[in-house]
């Protein structure tokens, strides 16, 4: 056949173009990638929705949550006349290939964070960062009172949602009694299991080596508490 010629396939008396193959398939080719991108776009949106939403309701409150914040320091402030403990002074062997900062790794709640430290007049600024070591309480080696770890539900807008989801305390709720706490402190690892899991607006078991806490929502001044025991081992 000479170039520029048409080519085309007989079924019967009908003549089908391979161009109106080709055209057909493109056209439902199109089609099919139109209704993914619309659909990928709307499971972003909703995934945006779910981390994002509380921080912009908040926001737009007029909050950005310092109120949250509050909410959490008034817990460490009621918690000042925790009475003091003697408690055994067990110690895990220092190991020298451990990190020198302080670390907190929930597995079951997904968190990977940094402690930070701060006195109570100043807690905002580690709740900025992540999970904050409430100051005048105990430490993994100093157990006369407990350690106190709090942080913000939900964090800041400013915060990508990797960063919440490792540096907030978004999962606590996902942490229950016979999961493990792992501190690094010192360079020394500190593991503690979960014996009680609470909501309510104070703590309520100052004798728990480690308690965790946040806020439940954004307008409520209920708080999500876990309590647990340090494991000899």
Same mark, same amino acid.
């Given at each position: 056949?000479?170039?520029?010629?048409?080519?085309?396939?007989?079924?019967?008396?009908?003549?089908?173009?391979v161009?109106? *193959?080709?055209?057909?398939?493109?056209?439902?080719?199109?089609?099919?990638?139109?209704?993914?991108?619309?659909?990928?776009?709307?499971?972003?949106?909703?995934?945006?929705?779910?981390?994002?939403?509380?921080?912009?309701?908040?926001?737009?409150?007029?909050? /950005?949550?310092?109120?949250i914040?509050?909410?959490?320091?008034?817990?460490?402030?009621?918690?000042?006349?925790?009475?003091?403990?003697?408690?055994?002074?067990?110690?895990?062997?220092?190991? %020298?290939?451990?990190?020198?900062?302080?670390?907190?790794?929930?597995? &079951? %709640?997904?968190?990977?964070?940094?402690?930070?430290?701060?006195?109570? !007049?100043?807690?905002?600024?580690?709740?900025?960062?992540?999970?904050?070591?409430?100051?005048?309480?105990?430490?993994? %080696?100093?157990? &006369?009172?407990?350690?106190?770890?709090?942080?913000?539900?939900?964090?800041?807008l400013a915060?990508?949602?990797?960063?919440?989801?490792?540096?907030?305390?978004?999962n606590?709720?996902?942490?229950?009694?016979? !999961? =493990?706490?792992?501190?690094?402190?010192?360079?020394?690892?500190?593991?503690?299991?979960?014996?009680r899991?609470?909501?309510?607006e104070?703590? =309520? !078991?100052?004798?728990?080596?480690?308690?965790?806490?946040?806020?439940?929502?954004?307008?409520?001044?209920?708080?999500i508490?876990? *309590?647990?025991?340090?494991l000899? /081992?």
């Open positions: 056949m000479e170039q520029g010629e048409i080519y085309h396939v007989y079924q019967g008396r009908r003549v089908f173009k161009e109106d *193959y080709k055209r057909e398939s493109d056209l439902i080719l199109a089609r099919f990638l139109t209704r993914t991108a619309k659909y990928l776009f709307l499971v972003g949106v909703l995934v945006l929705l779910i981390f994002f939403a509380p921080s912009i309701w908040y926001y737009l409150k007029g909050g /950005i949550p310092n109120n914040s509050e909410l959490l320091a008034r817990t460490a402030k009621e918690a000042e006349t925790a009475p003091i403990t003697v408690k055994p002074a067990y110690q895990p062997k220092l190991d %020298a290939t451990l990190p020198q900062e302080s670390r907190l790794k929930i597995v &079951s %709640a997904k968190i990977d964070t940094q402690i930070n430290e701060a006195t109570l !007049d100043n807690y905002e600024e580690a709740l900025r960062k992540g999970v904050w070591r409430v100051s005048d309480f105990g430490t993994p %080696a100093d157990r &006369s009172k407990p350690v106190i770890l709090a942080a913000h539900r939900y964090g800041y915060w990508s949602i990797p960063y919440r989801l490792k540096n907030s305390f978004y606590l709720p996902k942490l229950k009694t016979g !999961d =493990t706490v792992e501190i690094i402190w010192r360079q020394r690892k500190y593991i503690y299991e979960v014996y899991e609470e909501d309510g104070t703590i =309520t !078991d100052y004798s728990a080596d480690l308690i965790l806490y946040t806020c439940e929502s954004l307008n409520s001044p209920v708080r508490f876990r *309590y647990a025991r340090l000899e /081992i």
